[in-house]
């Protein structure tokens, strides 16, 4: 555009999506919706050694009206199914929901009665990540692969309307 | 000690008391499903019994009595532990509840009912405790399909 040009290396031209995208992935809010064993997997991701501050994501929000991303930890079973679809009715848009471990995934080995057999039955997912539990490095790699993910959504995507 | 225990319980009620066991220290009473109210205020009241530890049911389909009752005590006292059973007929599923002696039975009498759909004739509130209050059925029953799923259930008002 020439801009540069005239007035030297005081700014520099981008894309609306790339800016707010840029602003979105490196400051993901998360909401962790916890529930079993999972959690304490979930929690070494928080601590030093793997310090998930790194990537702009350690604020958790406990109230789903704040946050971005849903990380749901654990085992979710029938009882609880209700509780899960109104925290992400709750969340303001736009959201993105990771799937923490085989339990949240697919039921994982409690394949009975009380087990939602994958929380993909009540809200969509964005991220799945399989172990019992998964090691904090998939941890890492799935929040990367929603930050690409994110990369590549449009401020005028209509898929939350 | 163990042998004395039970032979004390088999001395006073002989009529009631249908089988022992005992192995290692372990010792298990089984008693008639109409005397286990009369048998476990026993326990309590004059044995010390004063800790029901826990309290769970068994589904056995090929027996003539479906069901079998199991409770643990233990006595501080006399630092004894005593397991006692009490069979419980399947097509008529009623035994008496340990409630008004041990409050610890309230909620292992709830789940035992929501699990096994045992009824605890004198228990207080006896409703569902871990399954939904719409869900049918009780799950831990061995002819309960191990497939079955149930309608998803709404956020309650």
């Known amino acids: 555009m020439g801009l540069e040009t005239a007035f030297g290396h005081s700014f520099f031209t981008s894309r609306v999506d790339d800016a707010v995208n840029w602003a979105r992935k490196y400051s993901f809010f998360q909401y962790p919706f916890v529930t079993a064993c999972c959690g304490m997997e979930f929690m070494s991701v928080w601590a030093s050694s793997y310090d998930i501050a790194r990537f702009g994501a350690e604020f958790p929000r406990f109230s789903p009206r704040q946050a971005d991303v849903l990380f749901v930890v654990g085992t979710v079973n029938e009882k609880l199914a209700p509780v899960l679809k109104r925290v992400y009715d709750q969340m303001c848009e736009p959201k993105w929901v990771v799937s923490f471990g085989v339990c949240a995934t697919s039921g994982g080995f409690y394949d009975n009665y009380a087990t939602v057999q994958g929380i993909d039955k009540i809200i969509p997912v964005d991220i799945y990540i399989p172990g019992c539990p998964p090691r904090p490095e998939a941890v890492l790699d799935a929040l990367m692969k929603l930050q690409e993910k994110v990369s590549a959504e449009s401020v005028m995507d209509k898929k939350y309307k | ?157």
């Open chain 2, 1 to 157: 000690m163990n042998q004395d225990l039970i032979r004390t319980i088999q001395e006073k009620f002989p009529a009631q008391v249908t089988g022992t066991h005992a192995f290692r220290g372990d010792s298990t009473v089984t008693v008639r499903r109409e005397a286990l109210r009369e048998v476990a205020g026993y326990l309590r009241d004059e044995l010390g019994f004063e800790f029901l530890m826990d309290l769970t049911a068994v589904d056995y389909p090929e027996r003539e009595d479906r069901f079998e009752m199991v409770y643990h005590f233990y006595s501080f006292k006399t630092n004894l532990r005593l397991r006692l059973k009490a069979p419980v007929n399947g097509k008529e599923p009623v035994i008496a509840s340990l409630t008004p002696l041990w409050g610890a039975a309230n909620w292992f009498e709830r789940e035992a009912y929501d699990m096994f759909g045992i009824k605890f004739e004198g228990h207080p509130d006896l409703r569902r405790i871990l399954m939904y209050d719409t869900f049918e059925d009780h799950p831990l029953r061995k002819d309960y399909p191990l497939k079955k799923r149930q309608p998803r259930i709404v956020h309650r008002e």
